[in-house]
Nanobody, 122 residues
Framework: EVQLVESGGGFAQAGGSLSLSCAAS????????LAWFRQVPGKERERVAC????????YYNDAVKGRFTISNDYAKRTVRLQMNRLKPEDTAVYYC???????????????WGQGTAVTVSS
C-alpha cells in the first residue's frame, strides 16, 4: 500500500521561501516518479513539479520554473519541494502524489498525500 505523508507549508511573505517534504512508502522508491500538485478552490489540481528517479529527470510547471526545486532524499525515502521567491499566486493546497511517471494526469492518480496549505501574502 502506497503511503504519502506530507510536512511543511504554512505562511510566507512574497519573495520568501518555504519547503515541503513527503515521506513515501509502499513502493520501490528509486524506480518511480513522485510529484507535487497544487489546487485552489474552483480550479483543477495542477502539476507543479515531478521527479522521475528511474530516468533521473525532473519536470516543472512554467509558473514555478526557476523558483521551485524538487529533489529526492533516497536514504529517507522523501521527496522535497523547495519553494523560493514565492508569489501570492502560489497560494494553494499542495499535494504529494505517486503517479509512477511524470506524464500521468491528476485524474488518473489514485495515491495522494493529505495536502498541506501554503499561503503567500503580498
Amino acid at each position: 500500500e502506497v503511503q504519502l505523508v506530507e510536512s511543511g507549508g504554512g505562511f510566507a511573505q512574497a519573495g520568501g521561501s518555504l519547503s515541503l517534504s513527503c515521506a513515501a512508502s509502499g513502493f520501490t522508491f528509486d524506480e518511480y516518479a513522485l510529484a507535487w500538485f497544487r489546487q485552489v478552490p474552483g480550479k483543477e489540481r495542477e502539476r507543479v513539479a515531478c521527479i522521475d528517479a528511474f530516468h533521473g529527470s525532473t519536470y516543472y510547471n512554467d509558473a514555478v520554473k526557476g523558483r521551485f526545486t524538487i529533489s529526492n532524499d533516497y536514504a529517507k525515502r522523501t521527496v522535497r519541494l523547495q519553494m523560493n521567491r514565492l508569489k501570492p499566486e502560489d497560494t494553494a493546497v499542495y499535494y504529494c502524489a505517486f503517479p509512477g511517471d511524470c506524464y500521468t494526469s491528476s485524474r488518473s492518480i489514485s495515491d495522494w498525500g493529505q495536502g498541506t496549505a501554503v499561503t503567500v501574502s503580498s
